[in-house]
């Protein structure tokens, strides 16, 4: 995919849905990656980069927002490159700084990350040099209030994090929060619209160049959730124990339930969208759909990632 963009310098690593894409930018000046992925996938992004590197020195690292698939490979490539100059997103960097659990969104998905630093805010309007080429900073609120794409004017190129895929967007967590949100993400959609990308490289999944068919989609997604919200909360239990599932490829079930109980968006979730259902057999139901969707299996006391 990278090679059918045509830009010297640009690399993309697909990754699976555990981990954020990674975007690898090599010029005369410097070396720049976007995200790093999963912590517990870390040790296979540094390699991904070294390889890629071949024993030249990564300089910068962003990050285009602070979710744990994005930012959990930080602290270990802060670890091996120890001048890293790392830039987040201005929302979050008081959390960041003073490691506010409470206001980073680890604690409230049950996911991990470890600690990191940074050195650096994106700001709106800024522009990064990146591959000897010019990448604006967009502000992209709805999924994440501080998140931030990138456009290269030139090539009309967009790292668009989970702000728009091939088939929709990522879970819009402030609504699961009870904060009103949908009418960010239309806009941020209508400003990736008004960008006119030729190219968009995701979060996740593949590179893609369809954006006119992207959007329809992803509008239809977003007009399907603002009539029936209680849509969207299920998608966001099903992505959140989805991606826990993920991590550990298996567990025993009385513990996953265990787990998810403690969970405080899955409790919030639970208790706007459960219908006065317990919260174990509400678990149940939204484990039962992910089974007819083949997205996991039961077999004897366990639950299988499939």
Same mark, same amino acid.
């Given at each position: $995919? +990278? ?11 697909? @990754? #699976? ?6 975007? %690898?930018?090599?010029?005369? !000046? ?25 024993? @030249? ?28 100059? +790392? %830039? =987040?997103?201005?929302? !979050? ?28 805010? /994106?700001?709106? #309007?800024? +522009? /990064? ?19 931030? =794409? ?33 009418? *960010?993400?239309?806009?941020? /959609?209508? /400003?990736?619209?008004? %960008? ?22 992803? @509008? ?19 992505? %959140? ?5 993920? !991590?550990?490829?298996?567990? *025993? ?18 208790? +706007?969208?459960?219908?006065? $259902? ?7 139901? $939204?484990?039962?759909?992910?089974? @007819? ?14």
């Amino acid at each position: $995919m +990278t090679q059918r963009l045509q830009i010297p310098g640009l690399q993309v690593f697909e @990754r #699976g849905w555990l981990s954020a894409n990674n975007i %690898l930018f090599t010029d005369s !000046e410097s070396a720049t990656l976007v995200d790093s992925g999963y912590v517990t996938h870390q040790a296979q992004t540094l390699s991904l980069v070294q390889n890629a590197l071949n024993g @030249r020195k990564l300089d910068q690292l962003v990050n285009t927002h602070l979710h744990s698939d994005h930012c959990g490979g930080n602290n270990h490539l802060q670890t091996h490159y120890t001048q890293l100059e +790392t %830039l =987040i997103p201005p929302g !979050e960097a008081k959390a960041v700084s003073i490691w506010d659990a409470a206001a980073l969104s680890y604690e409230a998905t049950g996911q991990l990350c470890p600690r990191f630093r940074f050195e650096g805010v /994106l700001q709106a #309007g800024q +522009t /990064l040099r990146l591959a000897s080429l010019n990448w604006e900073v967009h502000a992209a609120p709805g999924h994440d209030p501080h998140s931030v =794409i990138l456009f290269e004017p030139t090539h009309k190129v967009l790292i668009s994090a989970d702000a728009l895929w091939a088939n929709g967007f990522g879970v819009v967590f402030p609504e699961l929060e009870g904060v009103e949100a949908f009418h *960010e993400v239309a806009q941020t /959609l209508d /400003l990736i619209e008004s %960008l006119k990308p030729l190219w968009v490289i995701p979060g996740h999944g593949a590179v893609f160049e369809h954006i006119d068919a992207a959007l329809e989609i992803a @509008r239809k997604k977003l007009d399907g959730f603002v009539q029936n919200p209680q849509k969207h909360g299920r998608y966001g239990a099903k992505v %959140l124990l989805k991606y826990k599932l993920l !991590e550990l490829t298996q567990v *025993e079930n009385k513990a996953f339930k265990a787990w998810a109980t403690g969970v405080p968006y899955l409790i919030q979730l639970h208790e +706007t969208f459960g219908e006065q $259902m317990p919260m174990q057999d509400w678990l149940e139901e $939204m484990l039962l759909d992910l089974e @007819r969707s083949n997205a996991l299996g039961f077999q004897d006391n366990m639950i299988l990632n499939l």
